[in-house]
């Protein structure tokens, strides 16, 4: 990860993950960032600002004025300095305080202030962190832009075991990474100032719908048994994110997968093709597009056993049938709104690709092969070319979230050249 001559605004709330924020900043300072802290008041109970002096380099920021002379820290110039504020860890008082705008503290009157992408990484009991009250503020953060590092599952301050857990140092400063990959600076922004506080085109697919598929479709045998495949789910989630941070409100069908749903993200569960099939053309029915990302079932078997098979001396047969092509369904209903699939191949991968783009009418097809390192089923890596009807566009090995990014980036440029709805 390369932060070098980035200005990093690291804001510190007052949660026993606090520890970590040191871990943090020094890994944003060996990226190459130059950091600046600013914590709340109860953050001082957690981690001392002489720690975090001592790893920025810098002064710590927790007052609006220094009380030794009187100094004015302004909330102002410190969000027009940073290139990105990432508040780590970000508790529920904070975040809930973020999502309605209250400006009690230097960190949230910065928050407010803030021209730069901001990213939270959330902190608190398991039930705190599932309340309704906590997803609304994360949903209603994300819908405006704000990056989410979601909690890991793990051992909790309380002595309870769930999900709360802070992410790791690492995790978060990859997030700080991917979020100003191809981004300028603060300096690049004031030297054309009169930018207003987000750029205009930060959420190019605000108002407009959209539905992902993703995961693998699991097809029964008998109450036991099923044939599936090895989709986790990640690629599939991941654009989901991409496209709500882009401003779009997306429907998520996805198979069973073991990850949260993004924040701000609708998503319904389904287990078979069938069932995947159902929910999916329902949700299509209103929406400006669709990104087929799911691990599909071709063939799901003709009978379902209602007892457990009990196993003879000999061979098993079991008969399959075809499963609907969703994809085809949505291609042959689409009009002028936007399909995108995915292509998984072994072999011959740019034919195969081509003809499922025409065969399925997609819009564009993401192609990615078994064949290529680091690519496919389960990592948190992806290798893909984007082909459509006149071009195509081989990505290097990239986090699925940045190949997520650079999805949603050319559906938004194709969204913007289609007729409003
Ligand atoms: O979930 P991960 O572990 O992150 O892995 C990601 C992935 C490898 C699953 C993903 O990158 C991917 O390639 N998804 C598509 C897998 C696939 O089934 O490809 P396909 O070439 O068989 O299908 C072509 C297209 O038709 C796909 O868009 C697929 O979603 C769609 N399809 C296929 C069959 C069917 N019955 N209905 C469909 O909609």
Known sequence: MDLQGRRILLGITGGIAAYKSAALCRLLKTAGAEVRVVMTEHAKQFITPLTMATLS???ILVEFFDPENGAWNSHVSLGEWADCFVIAPATANTLAKMAAGIADNLLLTTYLSARCPVAVAPTMDLDMYAHPATRQNLATLAARGVGIVEAGDGE??????GKGRMAEPETIAAFVGELLAGKGTAAERQSVDSVPAEAPDSRPLAGKRFVVTAGATIEAIDPVRFLSNHSSGKMGYAIAEQLARRGAAVTLVSGRTALDAPAGVTRIDILSAEEMYEATVAAFADADGAVMCAAVADYTPCEVADRKLK??????????????????ELGARKGDRLLVGFALETDAEREHAREKLERKNFDFIVLNSLRDAGAGFRGDTNKVTLIDRT?????????KREVAARIADKIAGLAAMRPAR
């Open 311 to 328: 196993k003879g001396d000999g061979e098993l047969m079991i008969r399959l049938r075809r499963t609907r092509d969703i994809a085809a």
């Open 156 to 161: 909790l301050a309380s002595g309870l075991r």
């Open 391 to 399: 071009a195509s566009e081989e990505l290097p090995l990239l986090s």
């Open 57 to 59: 380099k810098n002064p």
